[in-house]
T-cell receptor
């Protein structure tokens, strides 16, 4: 079975500081991992994905994520947080045996304080 | 154009009403999805269409009826809903699933449904 876990319901960080939003995964086969962001009353926006290759993946709005196979993690990072980054972040994995299915983590609320 | 549009933005309906949600994309995607999302929770998959054929129904009650009239449109017909069906309904699309699982989904802004 495929799953992702986001161990933190909420992350608080000061503007200008680096941020990390954690995600761990459990998959059979090669993982297809994604990060999405959701602003209030909006749909999900794609940030980045890991398919294969470089463990450091760069995405939209200055975000990046580090794939770590030994720790089965795919943490989202940004070197310098902005107040406008405050939103709900979801990690997701695509089912390797049934591409129709995405499994989302429970979500992490990021609060960036000025 | 990487946009998925959904109408209406908001919908209030009584338990005896019949209404429809609409979703449209012009990215040439051949996979389309309906999700239900409760506040501060992850989206829950309801239906998946692949090449205009229903490929997944996640045991959704029959009061929800999906339809994919063509490769750009996806509808969700609603009838005799319950108050607990109130949620944000999200449509998404992606490249054809047969092309590989590495394609991301593009989401619409959602329809906020309230059942009274």
């Amino acid at each position: 079975a495929q799953s992702v876990a986001q161990p933190e319901d909420q992350v608080n960080v000061a503007e200008g500081n680096p941020l990390t939003v954690k995600c761990t995964y459990s998959v059979s086969g090669n993982p297809y991992l994604f990060w999405y962001v959701q602003y209030p009353n909006r749909g999900l926006q794609f940030l980045l994905k890991y398919i294969t290759g470089d463990n450091l993946v760069k995405g939209s709005y200055g975000f990046e994520a580090e794939f770590n196979k030994s720790q089965t993690s795919f943490h989202l990072k940004k070197p310098s947080a902005l107040v406008s980054d405050s939103a709900l972040y979801f990690c997701a994995v695509r089912d390797y045996y049934n591409f129709n299915k995405f499994y989302f983590g429970s979500g992490t609320k990021l609060n960036v304080k000025p | 154009d990487t946009e998925v549009t959904q109408t209406p933005k908001h919908l209030v309906m009584g338990m005896t009403n019949k209404k429809s949600l609409k979703c449209e994309q012009h990215m040439g995607h051949r996979a389309m999805y309906w999700y239900k999302q409760k506040a501060k929770k992850p989206p829950e998959l309801m239906f998946v269409y692949s090449y205009e054929k229903l490929s997944i129904n996640e045991s959704v009650p029959s009061r929800f009826s999906p339809e994919c009239p063509n490769s750009s449109l996806l509808n969700l017909h609603l009838h005799a809903l319950q108050p607990e069906d109130s949620a944000l309904y999200l449509c998404a699309s992606s490249q054809a699933l047969s092309a590989g699982g590495h394609y991301e989904q593009y989401f619409g802004p959602g329809t906020r449904l309230t059942v009274t």
